[in-house]
């Protein structure tokens, strides 16, 4: 099988550039992120959902209700895509746009339980995810891997928002429904 496979990746990149691809870290983070985003969009498919539903519902539950410019700054989000994505969860009921107590002019977008829950069932299948990409690996390298992704993504991050402009977004969420480099 292993022979097969190997015969299948060099007729995609071709025989000639194997060595030299797959040494790059670059192409084998952009290979298996595809991979991953295909398998995750099939779980999240099959609960009605979209990667930037699972983004949005994950930043609420992490960080409460929030204004739809900070939920775009956040997620580096087009706001009128942003206003779309919300539209969708809040006629799934997942989220609710409400008057910000503090600022009456200001809406909060806000997870309801119905949210709540339907975030708990896709981390839930989501985590089958992690275990399949990563079966090859053991808990120690799964678990340094994460540490390293989440340095390099740190790394990348756009530059520490100032006190008065919102955190930088998170990543997609990771199978455990934190997001990777929440703590950051």
């Not at 956040?74 to 746009?97: A, E, F, I």
């Not at 002019?105 to 985590?127: F, S």
């Amino acid at each position: 099988m292993r022979g097969r496979a190997m015969e299948q990746r060099s007729a995609v990149i071709g025989a000639d550039d194997a060595p030299g691809v797959l040494g790059l870290n670059a192409y084998l983070m952009y290979a298996i992120g595809k991979a991953a985003r295909r398998r995750l969009t099939e779980k999240l498919t099959a609960h009605g959902m979209r990667l930037w539903h699972l983004t949005v519902l994950d930043l609420l539950a992490d960080h409460g209700p929030q204004s739809k410019g900070t939920l775009a700054t956040r997620l580096d989000m087009n706001p009128s895509d942003l206003v779309k994505v919300v539209n969708d969860l809040v006629g799934k009921g997942q989220v609710v746009c409400v008057r910000d107590t503090g600022d009456r002019r200001r809406i909060l977008v806000r997870l309801t339980p119905a949210g709540r829950a339907a975030l708990d069932r896709v981390n839930a299948d989501i985590a089958t995810t992690d275990g399949d990409l990563l079966a090859p690996l053991n808990r120690s390298e799964r678990d340094r891997l994460s540490a390293l992704l989440q340095r390099v993504h740190g790394h990348l991050a756009p530059t520490a928002p100032s006190a008065t402009s919102a955190p930088s977004a998170p990543s997609v969420p990771s199978a455990t429904g934190r997001a990777a480099g929440a703590e950051q």
